[in-house]
């Protein structure tokens, strides 16, 4: 079946349309909170990290530590592994940008009024107005910083999606309905082709995280990306710099017992610089 991703504004409504169309559909549905419960079982420290990340923006120096660059590792990980089980609408934590170009996900994002947010908001909770405000605004300047520090992406260019709805202008039975078109036609989309895309990007992906989440490894770079989209009888390249002569072979024989029979390219090369943050495992 075909994928859902949703960009959704906070108090924006989208969790109660999402929610329908799992229902209508049979479809599973992942959020943010999800995704943190489930990278808690790669061990506590990124559970902590995760509730640490959904309450503040990461700062500089926060950002370019490596726990941070693993930790994003992972949740890209989790996000592929959702896709790969069909039927499934992620919503949030830019699985939007993630799966870009894998042709049977629909992408879209669910806006609304101010006015209509600040009621949604104020209706969850004892607040005023002006409060629930600031709220809304808070929280959209970190989603959109955060969607641009990791993809390098404005959370919010209508360029992104296949559809943008309105929550204020449009009722939520309306964008249920297009939203299920919208998917029946990525159906038809579901080839063996558009699998090939998703499964080596996913692969690719349980191996950046493996090698980032290892304390094993001091690395100051790294990438792994497919050597052609889609195409696995090409495999994978691995590039990056690491700080300890030996990770070069090391971190080749972990890759090589991810993938598996894919074929591999590496261009991992030693420097004597360490990598900038540091790797906290307490």
């Known amino acids: 079946m075909a994928i859902l991703t949703i960009s959704r504004q906070f108090g924006g409504g989208a969790r109660a349309i999402a929610l329908q169309v799992a229902r209508d559909l049979g479809y599973e549905y992942v959020d943010r909170s999800t995704m943190f419960k489930d990278i808690s079982s790669e061990g506590p420290r990124w559970g902590t990290y995760a509730k640490d990340f959904d309450e503040h923006y990461p700062n500089v120096w926060e950002r370019n530590d490596w726990s941070f660059k693993a930790f994003v590792a992972l949740i890209q990980n989790l996000m592929y592994g959702y896709a790969q089980r069909d039927k499934v609408i992620i919503a949030g934590t830019g699985a939007t940008f993630l799966l870009k170009g894998v042709p049977h996900v629909l992408r879209v994002r669910i806006e609304s009024s101010m006015e209509d947010r600040i009621n949604r908001v104020q209706g969850?909770?004892?607040?005023?107005?002006?409060?629930?405000?600031?709220?809304?605004?808070?929280?959209?300047?970190?989603?959109?910083?955060?969607?641009?520090v990791i993809y390098g992406k404005e959370w919010d260019d209508p360029k992104e999606f296949d559809s943008v709805f309105n929550s204020s202008t449009q009722t939520q039975d309306e964008i249920v309905e297009e939203i299920k078109k919208g998917l029946a036609a990525k159906e038809a989309l579901r080839t063996k082709e558009a699998l090939d895309i998703l499964n080596l990007r996913a692969i690719a992906s349980k191996v950046k995280a493996a090698i980032l989440t290892d304390p094993s490894f001091t690395v100051s770079y790294?990438?792994?990306?497919?050597?052609?989209?889609?195409?696995?009888r090409y495999g994978l390249i691995v590039r990056g710099f690491v700080h300890e002569m030996d990770d070069t072979q090391s971190i080749k024989e972990k890759v090589r017992s991810i993938a598996g029979d894919l074929p591999l390219e590496f261009d991992v090369q030693y420097q004597m610089l360490p990598r900038f943050g540091h790797f906290d495992f307490r």
């Open 124 to 148: 969850d909770q004892v607040i005023n107005e002006s409060t629930a405000r600031w709220i809304i605004d808070k929280v959209d300047a970190d989603m959109s910083r955060s969607m641009y």
């Open 222 to 232: 790294l990438d792994v990306s497919p050597k052609e989209e889609g195409m696995p």
